[in-house]
């Protein structure tokens, strides 16, 4: 099996390098192959290795081990099914209300059903709590909690983990949606290893079909999530369990303190459960689809909470993990941080040194230069497609997004770059996170005196 990869590594390799000399050939007469790899140095050094060839070859060992899986699988699903465990369903957030009903049918088709439904209403001030105390009524959820104060949504969590029975946790946002097998898939890695303590599911875009906004997501999901934790967790350096859909052991969960304050608690408490000596993984086919922002502006906000919550959790509250022999030392979870900062940060500011050198040093050819990268990127943006297609479950469907692919190199390569950079700096000097609406106040006050 090895060889095989290595052939077809070797084949991409060659493919990849024709590619990248006939653009240069074709496209301008003042580039030659060797100029090429000089300007552009950053994408041929550190994305094109990171995200194309690399995940790439994680991918293709996957599908290639897709039979071994499959038959553990069904024997953890049996050892599932034969415990069958109460799991309880933890929806905690403001103003949502509107998506309870949804949310209950969905669940109410899901292939696992010993669970229990808790709501909690964190300080809503729409009809949430006449809209869920009705359910609750007509026992479509098992309890509705409500929180006349508005705490934030670690506060809202942690009041419902309080009142749960369920032996596992399962924390959904309330305008998700789940394929029927979602509730069964999340919980079966639980039963491939007694060391799992936390399994993230596989959040997709609903929305995707809205406009270019919302496609381009759709896009950049199936890319960091789908595939992205697909990687991170066949290596062991897995380190974010979305908010959106992620399943917990109750007990350890309680055991790490459960959900802290603050933008980003969703890869605290992951790292959490990580210091702690327990595994984390991704469930690919545990599959959760979700809304997100259809207006730029909304998304850039979004986006600016998560990248300076990078900062504020791995950087400063857990930059103890970077120090492989201290109290939390161990090299998979040093490797999962540096890797995230490395790449997401890091790269990022010298993503910016190597753009202005461009500006300054090719100031009569940057049309030439930029169109030439353009190129080379979108060749590229199509063999990531492609290994994505490979991994997703519903091909067709998700097919009909490469018509966006010539805009996502200005979308991933340029506009969210900028929204990372302006995040990462505004957090690592003036602790902009704590000034987040997102969270009350109050509990921002508390979380920066605690140092969350």
């Not at 070797?10 to 580039?31: P, Q, V």
Request: glycine share 6%; aromatic share 14%.
């Amino acid at each position: 099996m090895l060889y095989r990869i290595l052939d077809i590594l070797k084949d991409i390799l060659y493919w990849l390098f024709d590619i990248f000399r006939d653009i240069g050939a074709c496209f301008t007469r003042n580039i030659g192959i060797t100029e090429l790899l000089n300007i552009y140095w950053f994408m041929f050094l550190i994305e094109m290795p990171r995200y194309y060839l690399f995940d790439g070859i994680i991918i293709l060992y996957h599908k290639l081990t897709f039979k071994k899986r499959d038959r553990i699988k069904n024997v953890a699903k049996r050892m599932l099914h034969i415990e069958n465990p109460l799991v309880t369903i933890l929806v905690p957030g403001k103003n949502e209300g509107k998506h309870i009903y949804k949310l209950c049918m969905s669940l109410a088709e899901q292939t696992y059903r010993n669970y229990e439904i808790i709501v909690v209403d964190d300080g809503s001030d729409d009809d949430t709590y006449l809209i869920c105390s009705d359910l609750e009524k007509n026992g479509l959820i098992d309890k509705f909690l409500s929180s006349r104060e508005r705490g934030g949504k670690a506060s809202a969590a942690n009041f419902g983990l309080y009142y749960a029975k369920g032996k596992y946790i399962i924390h959904l946002d309330a305008d998700s949606s789940l394929d029927r097998d979602a509730i069964e898939n999340i919980l079966i890695p639980f039963y491939l290893d007694e060391e799992v303590k936390g399994v993230g599911g596989c959040v997709k875009v609903r929305n995707y079909n809205d406009n270019i906004c919302t496609s381009l997501q759709a896009i950049e999901y199936l890319k960091t999530i789908m595939v992205g934790r697909t990687v991170t967790s066949t290596l062991g350096i897995y380190h974010i369990i979305s908010g959106a859909f992620g399943a917990f052991d109750t007990a350890a969960l309680r055991s790490v303190g459960a959900w802290d304050i603050g933008p980003g608690l969703d890869g605290d408490v992951t790292q959490k459960l990580r210091k702690a000596g327990y595994k984390v993984e991704f469930a690919t086919d545990a599959i959760c689809l979700t809304n997100v922002p259809t207006k730029w502006r909304a998304l850039f906000k979004q986006r600016l909470r998560w990248s300076r919550s990078l900062i504020r959790f791995r950087v400063r509250k857990h930059r103890d993990i970077l120090l492989i022999t201290g109290k939390n030392g161990n090299f998979l979870n040093f490797v999962s941080n540096a890797e995230n900062i490395l790449y997401d940060c890091v790269f990022n500011y010298m993503w910016l040194f190597y753009i202005l050198g461009l500006l300054f040093q090719y100031t009569d050819r940057l049309l030439e230069i930029l169109t030439v990268g353009w190129l080379i990127r979108l060749a590229l943006a199509n063999i990531g497609f492609l290994i994505l297609i490979v991994l997703t479950e519903r091909p067709r469907e998700e097919w009909k997004l490469i018509r966006f692919l010539p805009l996502t190199i200005f979308y991933t390569g340029y506009f969210m770059r900028i929204i990372r950079l302006i995040g990462h700096t505004s957090e690592l000097f003036f602790f902009k996170s704590y000034e987040d609406t997102w969270n009350p106040q109050k509990t921002s006050v508390y979380a920066r005196v605690e140092g969350q």
